[in-house]
Each structure stands twice: as C-alpha cells, then as structure tokens.
C-alpha cells in the first residue's frame, strides 16, 4: 500500500530560539511560517488553527487545548520535561519528534575540551596567572596523562553518546559504553560494552565517567545513594552532559567528599538555574557550567525539521520520533 500524501501549508513556530521563524521561513518559501512569540499570553489562542507546530519542550500550554494538532516538533534533544505533562494516551492523536542529529558533535567537543583541561591543570595556571605566581614545584610535580592513557565509560550510546564515543575513540582513548541492549552493535570504537547490570565494573575501570542519558524513570538518581562507591578504588572524574537528576546533589557531595569520585564536571542540573546556595558552587573539584554543552542554532534546526517535512509529506516515518512511553 503506498504512503499517504499530504501537503503542509501553514507551520507555527513558538519557540525562544533566535530568528527560528525566519531561518524556516527562507528555506520554505511556499510554506506559511507564523511566528507565535512564546511565552505570550494568547500562545494558546494562536495555535487554535495549527496543524504543525514547531515549538521549544517547555512550551506552557497544553498540546490537547489544540484540537487540530498532527504533528508537533520540539526543538530540543531533550524532551522529559514535556513528557512530564502529557500521558502516552494524549499524545497518540498526534506525532512527536525531537531535535536531533547534530549535537553529537559539541557534546564531544566539550567532553574532549574538559578532560584536557582537568589532566593539564587549566583551572590552576588560570588561577595563577590572576595572582601573577610562577608555580615552580607545581610545574615539576605535575604529571599529566596523555589521551591514550586514559579510559573513558559513556552512559548512554544513543546518537549523542555515540559520537562522543568515536571522538574519545580516535584521540586513542580506551572506551567503555553502557547501553540497553545485550549486545552492543558500534564494534569499532566501543572496546568494553555492557548494560547497567554491569556498571559497578565500569566504575571500577575508567578514569572518567560521562552521563549522556536522558531522563526516564529508569535513570533518574541512578547514581545516588552509595553506587559510586563502586570507584573508590580509582575515583574517576564524572561528568554530566546528560540529565541532573541522574544523581541527587547531596549524593554527589558525599561522594565528592568521601573521594569516590576525584571530581566533578557538571553542565546540567536538576534545578536550572544552580541555586547560589548549592555547596557546589564553593567546591574545588567541581566545574559548573550553565547547560551549555550543547546548545540549539536556529539553522540547525530548520535543517532538520524541512527534512522532515518532506517525509512527512510522503508519509514517511519522521526522524527522531518521540515514544512517550519510554521517555526519549
């Protein structure tokens, strides 16, 4: 049976992302694009009338106040927040996708940028520039490994952990990679794989620990409680690109403080943004960056979503679709 057709006339874009509606309102040109500005009060009585809406996850309005709603894409990789509000039986009368595809590349840029960083001491000699100091024994004690040297575990080996996994990879890093399944396909530049059953020797094994798991209720506050407990041994340097309820703050404190991990590189946070009270911020073996390991360029995302447009315009499966049910 041969796919349906339909044909997009009109798109909404609600969405806080820069000159979105004019990046796809050039690369549409026979499309409609209505700039529904977010956060206004009448978003709700705007959208009445649309059918494909392109919009930002932490919209306020609610999709089923739309009745003529099909497809709603979201701007963001991440979507928990969104799926917060919706059940998997509301959600069934339209389509959901995400972003996607592209952020593989900055995730990896600032994994990479930081263990470089860590390993040669930046922080430091930026500290004593500041205090114009010319750390003699410092600069003969320090012993900083080489790229090579080093082991990295990748929760998560989705699009973004994958890739993340390749550039570790091709800088001669050793790759450990927890997935869902029990077998893990990316041969080539995964060498130990494992699901979460095995964590604990994973923590046992790397030098750093990078989170790139979204949020489910199967990963939220996975590593509190004592689990990194597992990598005393070795204490490893996490690092969080992923989502900040994977592990509860006073959690993450103690085994900073207890030395299960030596260290902590942290881009995302369960509250956003990272309270001024939060002992965190004061800690000498935490970095704290404000959720911008990956951020979303209003060109990007126009690319992805003409893409698909025209699939589903021939009623094709969109890229990056969302299953409520599991989360992601």
Request: charged share 20%; net charge neutral.
């Amino acid at each position: 049976m041969a796919a349906s057709v339909r044909r997009v006339t009109t798109v909404h874009v609600c969405s806080s992302v820069p000159n979105l509606a004019s990046y796809l309102s050039k690369r549409l040109p026979h499309i409609k694009v209505i700039d529904v500005p977010a956060g206004c009060s009448e978003e709700v009585n705007m959208l009445q009338d649309a059918k494909v809406i392109l919009a930002d996850p932490n919209i306020a309005w609610h999709p089923s106040k739309l009745p003529l709603l099909e497809w709603l894409q979201l701007t963001w990789a991440g979507v928990d927040g969104f799926i917060e509000k919706i059940n998997p039986q509301q959600s069934r009368s339209y389509l959901l996708s995400r972003f996607g595809g592209v952020f593989g590349a900055y995730m990896a840029q600032y994994v990479i940028g930081h263990i470089i960083s860590w390993e040669r001491g930046f922080r430091k000699t930026w500290t004593d520039q500041q205090t114009t100091q010319w750390d003699e024994i410092w600069r003969k004690k320090n012993k900083y490994r080489l790229m090579s040297q080093l082991s990295i575990g990748i929760l998560g080996l989705g699009d973004i952990g994958r890739t993340v996994a390749k550039t570790c990879k091709s800088m001669g890093m050793t790759v450990w990679g927890v997935g869902r399944q029990e077998k893990c396909q990316e041969t080539t530049f995964v060498d130990h794989y494992c699901t979460l059953s095995k964590l604990p020797e994973l923590l046992q094994s790397c030098d750093y620990v990078c989170n790139i798991l979204p949020s489910t209720p199967a990963t939220k506050n996975l590593l509190s409680g004592s689990v990194l407990e597992c990598g005393k041994n070795n204490s490893p340097v996490f690092i969080n690109v992923g989502r900040g309820d994977i592990i509860d703050e006073k959690s993450l404190i103690h085994a900073l403080h207890q030395g299960w991990i030596s260290g902590a590189i942290l881009d995302v946070f369960k509250v956003e943004p990272l309270p001024k009270e939060s002992a965190l911020w004061k800690m000498s073996q935490v970095v704290i960056t404000p959720h911008i390991a990956a951020v979303t360029f209003p060109e990007e995302v126009a690319d992805l979503f003409v893409e698909n447009i025209s699939l589903y315009e021939r009623g094709e499966t969109l890229k990056f679709l969302v299953d409520v049910e599991k989360g992601y």
